[in-house]
């Protein structure tokens, strides 16, 4: 479920503008809650249902301008494969939930995660691999550096501050994409994105772990 994600947050990328596809990653909290309670038994408090509910506000708000034709035709697409992105991710999550409740280590949950990974990507060779050019090649490895760089600098942070500290900056990727997409793409913001942002962001903060929550008011 983690490597579909993956796969499906890339096309998502590619269809819909760069802050409308962050934005949808970030129902992902929502529908971890949801899949949490119908999976896991977690309770769910008055709280994070308001989360809930305010992020499915959201992506209902998100969804109907693409699905209603109302935007480009890759549009509703784009919204549909975003959707999937955030419940597969949450699924994943859930996943590795119970895989370490059963006692697997983070490293051989990371590990084979991987390695699904790269046999999905490998499979997909049929489908019309092409050797990149200079620049596309530079895209490639930059985008890998950029990846491992980040990782790091995430663990680092964590060594540094509480999660609860950090958790706001995540936030920021938002931004940041609406300010990229703008500057190389020419992306502006749509009505839809302005009307569904509040709702998703507010919902996945309200629908975040409880115990990141404590932390954060000691």
């Known amino acids: 479920m983690g490597a579909a994600a993956m796969f499906t947050s890339f096309a998502t990328i590619r269809l819909l503008p760069l802050a409308e596809a962050t ?20 309770r769910l408090s008055a709280g994070r249902i308001g989360g809930v509910a305010l992020g499915l506000a959201g992506g209902a708000a998100f969804s109907v301008p693409a699905l209603a034709g109302t935007l480009p035709d890759a549009s509703g697409l784009g919204v549909i494969l975003g959707l999937l992105t955030a419940l597969l991710t949450a699924g994943a999550l859930i996943q590795v939930r119970r895989l ?18 790269a046999l999905g990507g490998l499979a997909t060779f049929p489908w019309g691999w092409v050797w990149p050019g200079f620049t596309a090649g530079l895209l490639l490895i930059g985008t890998g550096l950029s990846g491992g760089i980040a990782h790091i ?37 749509g009505w839809a994105l302005l ?24």
Request: positive net charge; glycine residues 8%; charged residues 10%.
């Open 23 to 42: 934005m949808l990653s970030y129902l992902a909290p929502v529908m971890l809650a949801l899949l949490g309670w119908l999976l896991l038994a977690e």
């Open 100 to 117: 370490t409740l059963m006692g697997e280590s983070a490293g051989a949950i990371a590990f084979w995660f991987a390695i699904v990974a």
């Open 153 to 189: 600098l995430m663990t680092l942070s964590f060594r540094h501050a509480d999660a609860a500290a950090l958790a706001p900056f995540e936030y920021l990727s938002v931004l940041w994409a609406v300010v990229l997409g703008l500057i190389f793409f020419g992306e502006v913001p």
């Open 195 to 218: 009307l569904a942002g509040p709702l998703i962001l507010t919902g996945a903060y309200v629908a975040r772990p409880l115990a990141v929550r404590r932390t954060r008011s000691k």
